[in-house]
Every structure is written in C-alpha cells, then in structure tokens.
C-alpha cells in the first residue's frame, strides 16, 4: 500500500470500530444484541445513508476495489474466521447431552419446518427472484438454510439481558440453538460445495468431503486436541501457547476446508467445537479470546456487510415481506411445537419459539457467499439481512410477553390457593397429613400414597413443629410446581409424645426435588408469616379460607 | 482475492504463526526473549533457508507480490500498530519519576553515546556501505539512532527470566528503558519525516509537527483520556468498550501521524503512552490485549521480517562486524556510564549496560522503513537484524556474570569479615559499643557519632541481650550494605543494671534502613549462632579471629 492508502486504510477501519461498537454499545443498552447495532451502522456508513448523502468520500473512505478495499476484506475475512472459532467455542455439547430430549424435538422441528417453509415457495418461484434458471434447486435449498438457521451468539446475548441464560427455558433454548448450529453448518457447507462445484454432481464428493472432515475432526482430532490442551497449557507460556495453538489449530482447518472447497468458516466454527469441548480448557483463556474477538474483529465483520449493499435500491417490499412472514412463521411453530412435543406447555413453548427466532450471523454470512458466486442478487441479501435484524429485535421483547403469561410458582402467593385451605376436626397427625397429602395428591395429579410416605419419613427423622401451634410436614417430590395446603383445627391436637403445645395450624409443602432452595425460602417464608406472638392464634379464629390465605401473602 | 488465493492466505498465516509462536517458546524454555525465536523462524521460512532449498513452494506460500502480498503485509501493518499500542501501555511514567537521576543519566548516556558511535563512522563512509550521494546524512542520522534505541518488551522479558524485574537494579533499568524509548521514537519520527520529506528542508515543519501532535497529546488528549476511561468502563460493556476504546484511539492517532508523514506507530505507540498512565485503566484490560497481542499479532510481525530478506546473500562479513562492535560498545559504555554517575557500583553500571544493550523492536520497524524508502540497501538491515539478535541473546549471560561479580551481603558468610572481630578489657556497656561503632563507621564511611548515638538510643528502649552472655547492639542506617563488628571480652563485664550474667560476646549490627527484612534475618542467624547451651563460653576461649567469624558462618 501507498502512504496515502495506507492513511485511508487506518482512517477507514477506525471509523469503522468506532461507529460498530457505538451503535453496538446503544442498542446494548436498550436491552437488544450489539450485532444489531453494528449491522445498522453498516448500512449508515454505507452506500444506503452515507454513500447517498456523499458518494464521493463515502467512495473515497471505503472503496469498492483497489489495494485498501482488498486488505480491508482480508481482514474482515480473518475477522469472521475468529468470530468463527469462538462462536464454535461457545458450543457446550454436554449441554445438549443433558437437554437431549427437548433440545432434539425443538431443534429438528425448528430447521425442518422454516426450511421447507422457505424451500418449497423458492423453489417454484425461484425466478420471480431473481435466481438464474436451472440454479432453482441450489437457489431454493439456500433459502431454505437462510430461514432455519438460528443465530446462536444473538441468542445467547438475548437471553443473558433477559437473565434467562441459567433458566430452565434459557438453556433449552441454548441447547437447541447449538443443535441448530451443528447442523445449520452442515447444510450451509453441503450448499456452499454445490455452489462451488457449480451445483453439478460431483456435490457428492463434497458432502463426502464434509463427513470425512468431521469423522477425522471427532474420532482422531478430538482425543489429540484433548490430550495436547493441558500439556500446552502446563508446559508452554501460559495463556499465551493456548491461544496460539487454538488460532493455528482454527486457520489450519479452514486452509483445509477452504482447500475442499467447503469454505474455511466451517472448519474454524468445528474446531472451535472441538477445543471448545475440552474440559481443560480454563475459563480465563476463553474469556480473553472472546473479549478481543467479539470486541475487535467482530463489529468490523458485521459493520462490513452494510457497506456492500445499498439498502434502499435494493429494498423489495413484497420479497422483504414473504422472507419476513416465511421466517418468523417457520421457526416460531417449528421450534415452538418441537418445545411443546418435548413436554412444554403453550407458553413455555412460545417463548421457545420466539427465542430460537433470531438469525443473524449464519444466514448474513451464507448470504454474502451467494451473493457473490451470483446464486442471489441484492434484493434477496437484502431481504435476508433486513430479516436477521427484524427477528432478532423482536425476540426479547415478544418472549417477554410469553413469559407474563407464564404462571409461576415461586412465592406463597402465587402458591397458596384459598381452595386447598381445609377446616378439621380430626385431632391425630397421621390422619391430619393424611388428608392433607390426599387434597394435594388429586390436584398435583400424583399418588397419594407415595405422597403421604414421603411426608412421614421425614416426620420420623425431624419432629417439624418449630413455632408452637403450628406443625410444617413437608417433602420433595417428582412435582412441577410446589403445593401448599393448609389444614385449621380450632381445638388443636397433640401432633406428637413429645410436643406438649397443641398444634392448632397444620401447613403441607410439597416441592420439586430439583429447586431445594425454593423450598428452603418458603419454609422461611410460612414461618416468616408466624413471627408475631398471637398470630396463630388470631388467624385460628377466621372462618374465611381467602382472609387465611391473605395472612401468608401480607407477610412476605 | 480468489478461492486459491484464500487458502494460500490461510495456510501462510497458519505456517507463520506456528513456527513464530514455536521458535519463540523454544527460547523462551531456554531463557532467551520469545522475540529471538520469532525473527529467527522468519529466517528459516524466508528466502535464506527455506527458499533457497524449495523456491518455487516458498514463493508460492509467502508471495512478494500479488493479492496474498498485499493482504499479508496489511494484516502486518496492523500488527505492528497492536503491537506499538501494547509497547506504549507497559511504559509507566510514574517509574521513570520515582528513578529520577540514574534513570535520566542511564538513558541519556544510554543513547548520546551509541548516537554518536553511530553517526560519525557512517557519515564519513556512507558511500561505502550503499548510502547514495546526498543521502549520507539521513543514512547517519537513521543508523546512529538504530544504534541508540533499547527494546523495552526484550528487556523486559529479560529481566523477568532473569526474576530481576521488581529489584532495583530492574527497576532502574526498566525505568531507562523507558525514557530511551520515549526519546528515542522521537528521533525516529523526526528522521522518518525526513525520509518521507526527501530530506528536503521542510523536515523542519516535520519536526514542527510531532511536537505539536506530543503537545496536544499530552496536554489536551492526556486529561480527555484520562476522564474519559472511568466512563467508558463505567457506563458501557467491560471490559469491551474499553478494548475497542484503546484500538480506536490507536488508530486513530496512527491516521493522524500517518497523515502528518511521522508514520502510523508513532501515534499507536503515544496513545498507548497516553492510556497506560490512566491510572483508571483495568489491570484486567491491560492483560486481554497484552496476551492478545503478543501471542497472536507482534509473532505475525516479528516472522514477517526474515520472509522479505536473504540473510545469507546480503550476509557482509565487514559491515555485521561494525554495526555489533558500535552497537555494543556504545551502548553498553554509555549506559554503564550513565549508571555509575547515577552513583551505581563498577559491577552494577555493567549489570545495566549489558541489560539496556538489547536492541530489537524500534530499529527492526525503522529499519523496514529506512528499506522501503531506499535510505538503506538489503545488507544494512541484515546487519541490524543480526545486531538486534546478537545483542538480545548476549543480554542475559553478560548480566548474570555481572551479578555474580556484584558482592551481596546478604547473609552472616557474606557480611562478618574477621577484620571487624575485636578482643577488648573494656568492660562497661558505654566504652565496648563506642569501640565497636568507631571501628564500623570507619570502614563504612559514616560518622561514629551518628551511629553511636542511633545505637544507644535503640539501647534505651530495650535491652539487648536475649541469650546470657551475649550482647546485641543494633541500628539502622543510612549505609549501604549491612555491617557487623564483634566485640570479645574473656572476663565477662556487667551490661546493665538489670543483667545480672556477665556478658562476654557484644555483637554490633548496623544495616541499610530500608531493609527491615534483612535487619531481622540477621539479628535471628546471630542468635542462632548460639543456641547451643555452651557456645558462647566456648567461643570466648577461641584466640583466632578466622575460628570466630567460622562460628557464625557455619550455623548459618
């Protein structure tokens, strides 16, 4: 590069970190993903906004071609290798393991139904958009990967805004966006070797190719990356070797998979995967990685997409529409029902749903590539990028509206229910948790037998009288939700040999086995209700089921 | 760039990074500067080794023309600037306050003296060594300050090997450092606006320029900087906006130096300067781009240099001898000089000489430069190369076998000299210790007053004899290494009104205020000396000064 290029170079690459992360960092504070921001800054310095206002320094700043247009490429193409490498960091296969169930059903039915739901319209009217004839099969299977790939890192940052990341729903929706992924690069790889080959028949050998590479990656090259990680890591600078080795190890597999005409992308994301998954790996290498990447190359990668296209000239209503209505309908109710199938109820699955929505970085990526060999023009990209941000910005705020709708179970007054308050007369503990264990059971829909066993064992081991007049049985059982039932004896009844007081208040929880700190804090919080000196007492008094369960709710 | 172009680009980058990071923790096992290693592996992969024994592939992977080229050289350039921006983050201005006068003496010496051994023989004989007719100024002006600029990363790294970099010899030597690095890439900016002005007079308009660019840096950009910081990691990501905040700032001011014709890493190097002394900045932020930057970019750059030049061919016997002995000589002098008028040891101003002689970053860049512009041939720059390399290897052994030299007194072996043994008949407290302060101060070159009075004023707030027999006088002062006389009376005298045993043994210790720790290791091994029940009586009867230093020496 010339001196005066090389003033252009700089000035273009830190324009373009400054108004990346800027925008990044404002749409992080409006609770939406930074790539959003970046992708919009793009089409800001573009030819859309910029290069309209002023194309001559817009044409100046960022050329089209020319030695700064090439390095700037070169280095957005190393930046979305990383970017790669730690998205492919990011996959936590252990996660799917355990999620497995759920995760598969929402996942498969998640990339099934949008991409048929984008394959078949495509398909048949293929040259309605701009796809050249006899490329209708290639054009018709890109569409159709463009609409079911979720965009992992988009969602992991939605759902860590929303503090979902440790939810039950958050990692489903994890689980299944990395599912997603796996498999998104595998179509994405299987088309990109059609569009290299020219969509003739020697595809096969490039699927061939992709399986091969994955076969050799998993059965040969994960025990060895297993294996040389901690050695690196104790024998070597640390953390400097780790990070070498994991960014040679990354370039080195795209050099093959570019080499195989798969393109690098795929084997930077799998070795990712691969090192990614080894449990030596410490935190504190990852995070550096992350940090840099997601902060450094990242937005040049993003902020780059808009400068290629103008936004405007390209914009096609009707196209941007179909795209919009194929995507968000495909991969709501695909993943939505396969979250529903995998034993989530109506909400729950919505909010699934429209979690899984957000694409983002794959189809952008897989765009570019397309847009290039020529299998889709500008409005289609345009089309698709104008998609990736929509549903990326609506995700948070429609999986909030699910989640409102979700009804929860984590404080007395969402769990004590006026209907399951009894008044007694019998005067004998075994037949008070009897009919205790009894209403709970019906409604829980569990045995009442193993019910009742449960809360007597624990009986045996600790009498649970803790404020005098008031006896908490309780247990943890295979529940959905905690169960309270209340049981009123206005005489009181000796509960046991050793406890002289009558119990006059006899309160049933039943908890999940898996939430022992929900149990623990609302046994707090029922003897909580008690800490003012007559307050058994009082209560006793009040024939009123809704006034009683008011008493528990007032308090805490 | 194209499909073949691609993955020629990927598998250059992966070769370059692995034999880089390879080579240099091979060196670094050896504890030599990782930076050793990483030219040396662009040797072996560059036209010297590689290419001579397979060109067509060597020119195939690393191209000296074309697209692969240019983009290699770009991503270079960016190196460079991460790597200046690092540079500039690990100078710590309040050191270089704190080392005052030696540092300031260090460092100027450190550089006038190299300058000038530099300058005079290559303005007189430019002609011979490829400097064209009218260029013999600039060519001595470049190579007297290639001659004169230390490598503070490879010093650094040095002093950490050589776990020097906390004591106050490293310290000083990090703080000279310092300073010649801040001097010295003014120098260096003012000759590359000489370069880029064709040495033409307007090189003054130039030099204009980089004071007033240092002035608005330092005096506007500084406060911004610094206010700027907390809010930056207060009110945005983190550590994300402030990555991004440091590349931004960076190459921005590179644009700005770059525009101006000083080069781009002169302002990487001063923002990183300019936000490495906000005293804001994260230890954390500090570590993520450090670890980045060094292990991924600066081997990218370091390989890079031995790929553009055959080190064999341009090998000249005559002119790699010049350079070394200047470099050497006048370094290694001035800096040894500069320490010893900063009231250092013979031993320790050679310590710092051969410590400040690594040379390796600065001349390697100006020396690319100078090699673009035609200031200097293939043949200079591989003489600077191997000067740079020489002078980094010698660093470490030529300092340890200074420090061996240097004489520590450190435990009782190194510190009782027999000569400070007296036997005396004085026998009261007053008259054995002024006997023992006038025989120490004597040798230690301080008043016997001072020190007697200093020890009786100990005396007073307690007595000193802890084991019968024994007496342990002691201050601390103002002296340079610690001191011990001992006093022997074979008749015992009476101490203090409150000891009733005689004391036979007084045993004066004196040691440098400001080593507490040593003051009590040594008050320890003296009465440890003793712990034996009758030591103190069998050493009374000893008539041989030698026995009696022994005595203590070997308990210890």
Same mark, same amino acid.
């Given at each position: 590069?010339?001196?005066?290029?090389?003033?252009?170079?700089?000035?273009?690459?830190?324009?373009?970190?400054?108004?990346?992360?800027?925008?990044?960092?404002?749409?992080?504070?409006?609770?939406?993903?930074?790539?959003?921001?970046?992708?919009?800054?793009?089409?800001?310095?573009?030819?859309?906004?910029?290069?309209?206002?002023?194309?001559?320094?817009?044409?100046?700043?960022?050329?089209?071609?020319?030695?700064?247009?090439?390095?700037?490429?070169?280095?957005?193409?190393?930046?979305?290798?990383?970017?790669?490498?730690?998205?492919?960091?990011?996959?936590?296969?252990?996660?799917?393991?355990?999620?497995?169930?759920?995760?598969?059903?929402?996942?498969?039915?998640?990339?099934?139904?949008?991409?048929?739901?984008?394959?078949?319209?495509?398909?048949?009217?293929?040259?309605?958009?701009?796809?050249?004839?006899?490329?209708?099969?290639?054009?018709?299977?890109?569409?159709?990967?463009?609409?079911?790939?979720?965009?992992?890192?988009?969602?992991?940052?939605?759902?860590?805004?929303?503090?979902?990341?440790?939810?039950?729903?958050?990692?489903?929706?994890?689980?299944?966006?990395?599912?997603?992924?796996?498999?998104?690069?595998?179509?994405?790889?299987?088309?990109?070797?059609?569009?290299?080959?020219?969509?003739?028949?020697?595809?096969?050998?490039?699927?061939?190719?992709?399986?091969?590479?994955?076969?050799?990656?998993?059965?040969?090259?994960?025990?060895?990356?297993?294996?040389?990680?901690?050695?690196?890591?104790?024998?070597?600078?640390?953390?400097?070797?780790?990070?070498?080795?994991?960014?040679?190890?990354?370039?080195?597999?795209?050099?093959?998979?570019?080499?195989?005409?798969?393109?690098?992308?795929?084997?930077?994301?799998?070795?990712?995967?691969?090192?990614?998954?080894?449990?030596?790996?410490?935190?504190?290498?990852?995070?550096?990685?992350? +940090?840099?990447? =997601?902060?450094?190359? !990242?937005?040049?990668?993003? @902020? %780059?997409?808009?400068?290629?296209? $103008?936004? /405007?000239?390209?914009?096609?209503?009707?196209?941007?529409?179909?795209?919009?209505?194929?995507?968000?309908?495909?991969?709501?109710?695909?993943?939505?029902?396969?979250?529903?199938?995998?034993?989530?109820?109506?909400?729950?699955?919505?909010?699934?749903?429209?979690?899984?929505?957000?694409?983002?970085?794959?189809?952008?990526?897989?765009?570019?590539?397309?847009?290039?060999?020529?299998?889709?023009?500008?409005?289609?990209?345009?089309?698709?990028?104008?998609?990736?941000?929509?549903?990326?910005?609506?995700?948070?705020?429609?999986?909030?509206?699910?989640?409102?709708?979700?009804?929860?179970?984590?404080?007395?007054?969402?769990?004590?229910?006026?209907?399951?308050?009894?008044?007694?007369?019998?005067?004998?503990?075994?037949?008070?948790? +009897?009919?205790? =264990?009894?209403?709970? !059971?019906?409604?829980?829909? @569990? %045995?009442?037998?193993?019910?009742? $066993?449960? /809360?007597?064992?624990?009986?045996?081991?600790?009498?649970?009288?803790?404020?005098?007049?008031?006896?908490?049985?309780?247990?943890?059982?295979?529940?959905?939700?905690?169960?309270?039932?209340?049981?009123?004896?206005?005489?009181?009844?000796?509960?046991?040999?050793?406890?002289?007081?009558?119990?006059?208040?006899?309160?049933?929880?039943?908890?999940?086995?898996?939430?022992?700190?929900?149990?623990?804090?609302?046994?707090?919080?029922?003897?909580?209700?008690?800490?003012?000196?007559?307050?058994?007492?009082?209560?006793?008094?009040?024939?009123?089921?809704?006034?009683?369960?008011?008493?528990?709710?007032?308090?805490?």
């Amino acid at each position: 590069m010339s001196h005066n290029e090389i003033v252009i170079f700089l000035v273009a690459i830190s324009i373009m970190l400054f108004f990346a992360r800027f925008l990044g960092e404002v749409f992080s504070k409006l609770k939406q993903p930074a790539i959003i921001g970046e992708i919009i800054a793009g089409i800001l310095l573009g030819p859309t906004v910029f290069g309209n206002i002023w194309p001559e320094l817009q044409g100046t700043l960022f050329p089209q071609s020319g030695n700064v247009s090439l390095v700037l490429n070169g280095i957005v193409q190393l930046a979305v290798i990383m970017l790669l490498i730690v998205s492919g960091l990011e996959v936590n296969l252990a996660l799917i393991a355990k999620q497995g169930k759920t995760a598969f059903y929402t996942s498969t039915l998640g990339m099934v139904i949008p991409f048929v739901a984008g394959f078949i319209p495509f398909y048949f009217f293929s040259n309605s958009f701009g796809a050249n004839d006899g490329d209708n099969l290639i054009f018709a299977l890109f569409m159709g990967t463009a609409l079911s790939i979720s965009a992992l890192p988009v969602i992991a940052r939605t759902l860590m805004d929303m503090n979902l990341l440790k939810s039950e729903i958050g990692v489903i929706i994890i689980a299944s966006a990395i599912v997603n992924d796996l498999f998104g690069w595998i179509f994405f790889s299987i088309i990109i070797g059609m569009i290299s080959s020219g969509g003739s028949a020697n595809y096969l050998t490039q699927i061939g190719g992709i399986f091969l590479f994955l076969a050799v990656l998993f059965f040969i090259g994960k025990p060895v990356i297993d294996r040389l990680v901690p050695r690196i890591q104790r024998n070597y600078s640390y953390p400097g070797s780790i990070l070498s080795f994991i960014f040679i190890a990354g370039l080195t597999a795209a050099a093959i998979t570019e080499a195989a005409g798969i393109h690098a992308i795929f084997g930077a994301f799998m070795i990712g995967v691969v090192v990614g998954d080894s449990s030596h790996l410490k935190e504190e290498t990852r995070e550096i990685i992350h +940090q840099f990447v =997601t902060n450094i190359f !990242a937005p040049l990668f993003f @902020i %780059s997409i808009g400068l290629k296209v $103008d936004f /405007v000239a390209n914009f096609n209503p009707l196209l941007v529409s179909i795209v919009l209505v194929l995507a968000i309908f495909g991969k709501v109710t695909g993943s939505g029902l396969g979250a529903k199938l995998g034993g989530m109820s109506n909400p729950e699955a919505m909010t699934i749903g429209f979690g899984m929505n957000s694409r983002g970085a794959m189809e952008i990526i897989l765009g570019l590539l397309a847009l290039q060999a020529g299998i889709i023009n500008e409005e289609v990209f345009v089309a698709l990028v104008v998609m990736a941000l929509v549903t990326s910005l609506v995700s948070a705020p429609m999986m909030s509206i699910f989640l409102a709708k979700m009804k929860k179970f984590e404080t007395l007054t969402q769990i004590i229910d006026p209907k399951l308050i009894l008044f007694t007369t019998r005067n004998e503990k075994t037949a008070v948790i +009897q009919e205790l =264990t009894g209403t709970v !059971a019906s409604q829980a829909g @569990i %045995s009442p037998n193993r019910m009742f $066993d449960e /809360v007597m064992s624990r009986e045996a081991a600790f009498a649970p009288v803790i404020i005098p007049g008031l006896a908490l049985p309780h247990a943890k059982l295979d529940v959905k939700r905690p169960w309270i039932a209340i049981s009123v004896n206005r005489k009181g009844y000796r509960y046991s040999d050793e406890i002289t007081e009558p119990v006059y208040l006899t309160v049933l929880l039943i908890s999940p086995k898996d939430k022992p700190e929900l149990h623990l804090n609302l046994l707090a919080g029922i003897v909580g209700a008690f800490s003012e000196e007559d307050a058994i007492k009082s209560l006793v008094e009040t024939t009123d089921k809704v006034s009683i369960a008011a008493h528990f709710t007032e308090r805490t």
